[in-house]
């Protein structure tokens, strides 16, 4: 164990194995020490660890593991008053523990913190992911596993779902060798239906959605059912099966009274709210999203964005270009605090066919909108913003590229499966 120590402080501080052994033991001798195929004199171990600036000593390795799975497990249950809570504790005795596996745990989940809480920083878990990145030789395949999950997490905040979903895949297969708690499997199959969610592949959705179901539900986790249900209606509204949406949000409506979470409720009444909206049900999808940002009142500015934006579209249907205006400005306060995000191109699509400018609304889809969802496979975004161009060059007489957005869209809609 010392000999890993040894070696990941020796990496993360920059040192070769020429430099560290300088006038303490030969290279050969350290590289044996750092496998651990050498019986280590004590005294060179001192040298070293002093050399390094760490202590010889080791703490009780059990009780560290222990402490930290704990503090994973609260974050990986949504329990984050718990965990912030429990957070002192984590930090206070990790400052005596030098052991490179507990240290990379360590990490890891704090990662995972920064990105949980209640207003993303996605700063910290990038500086902290980039440095494990360097060290993926020294993690276990459990820690693999993490790393793998974690960074998927990260991706997908940052709306790289390509990404996210190629490293959740990776955890996947490292989930057949590693023992880890069921609820943790589960979180993981959640994660793939979301993923495969925003990159349209309704029917993966269907499949890891129902096996994230059947665990929660054994472990009487209806917060984290209630997302599946949530998952389940979308795809079935995005492939017009409204019937069947409107069952999964009214189960996911029956789960999240029990467990009184506004953050969940929010979200079932935007989506109810969407789904009258296909409905051409326009009072009724307003009621519906007034209710869910009620329940998003005391949460974080970005999980309104979307809502606010839907009640804009509703008021424009209901052509109360005032109304709409109006919402589309507070939207856009928000969105000012959140760079680079993909609605910035739908506010703005909006804005101009409130305005009317469609040779600006022309220019804005075909040269920045429809190549945006295009690149990010956002496949329903696409479609519908490429038919929309394509009826715009229809009203100015423009067939032949008409023509071509009709094919992009009905192409892009056909993708959804």
């Known amino acids: 164990m010392v000999g890993q120590r040894i070696r990941y402080y020796r990496k993360t501080k920059g040192l070769t194995q020429e430099e560290l052994a300088q006038g303490i033991c030969s290279v050969s001798y350290l590289s044996k020490i750092e496998k651990g195929d050498a019986k280590s004199s004590e005294e060179v171990i001192n040298l070293l660890c ?38 002192e504790t984590v930090q206070e005795k990790m400052q005596h523990v030098s052991e490179p596996e507990l240290i990379l745990r360590y990490e890891l989940f704090l990662a995972r913190k920064y990105i949980v809480s209640n207003e993303p920083d996605l700063s910290h878990p990038d500086i902290i992911l980039s440095k494990i990145k360097e060290l993926q030789e020294q993690l276990t395949q459990e820690l693999k596993f993490y790393y793998n999950q974690i960074l998927s997490m990260f991706y997908y905040f940052k709306t790289d779902y390509k ?43 269907n499949y890891y959605a129902y096996k994230a179901i059947n665990i929660f539900d054994k ?16 795809s079935n509204r995005r492939v017009r099966n409204y019937v069947q949406a409107e069952y999964h ?23 109810l709210g969407y789904l009258a909206s296909c409905r051409n049900e326009h009072q009724k999808s307003i009621q519906f999203l007034e209710k869910s940002l009620l329940f998003k009142k005391d949460l974080s500015d970005v999980t309104k964005i979307a809502t606010i934006f839907l009640m804009a579209s509703e008021y424009y249907e209901l052509e109360d270009y005032n109304s709409s205006e ?28 409130i305005k009317k400018d469609h040779d600006e609304l022309i220019s804005y889809l075909a040269k920045e909108a429809v190549p945006y969802f295009d690149k990010q496979h956002l ?30 869209s009905n192409n892009a809609r056909k993708n959804i499966l």
């Not at 910035?344 to 909006?350: D, G, P, T, V």
């Open 326 to 353: 109006k919402w589309l400005t507070q939207g856009q306060k928000i969105l000012n605090k959140y760079p680079h995000h993909e609605y910035e191109y739908h506010y703005k699509i909006l804005m101009l066919k």
């Open 219 to 234: 472990e009487y986790n209806y917060s984290r059912s209630a997302d599946c249900q949530i998952l389940l209606a979308i």
């Open 50 to 87: 002093d050399k390094l600036g760490i202590s010889s000593e080791e703490v009780d390795s059990n009780e560290i593991l222990e402490m930290l799975n704990e503090w994973n497990m609260m974050m990986v249950n949504r329990r984050f008053d718990e965990a912030e809570e429990f957070y």
């Open 163 to 205: 990404n996210a979903l190629s490293h959740l895949q990776e955890a996947e297969k490292l989930m057949s060798v590693i023992n880890i708690e069921d609820m943790e499997r589960a979180v993981v199959f959640y994660q793939l239906a979301l993923c495969y969610g925003q990159i349209f592949r309704i029917s993966s959705v």
């Open 379 to 408: 496949l329903e975004s696409y479609a519908t913003y490429s038919e929309l161009l394509a009826d715009l060059y229809f009203e100015h007489s423009q067939y032949k590229k008409a023509s071509l957005y009709y094919r992009v």
């Open 249 to 271: 949000l009214n189960q996911a409506l029956k789960y999240s009274k029990t467990f009184k979470d506004d953050f969940t409720s929010g979200v079932i009444f935007h989506n």
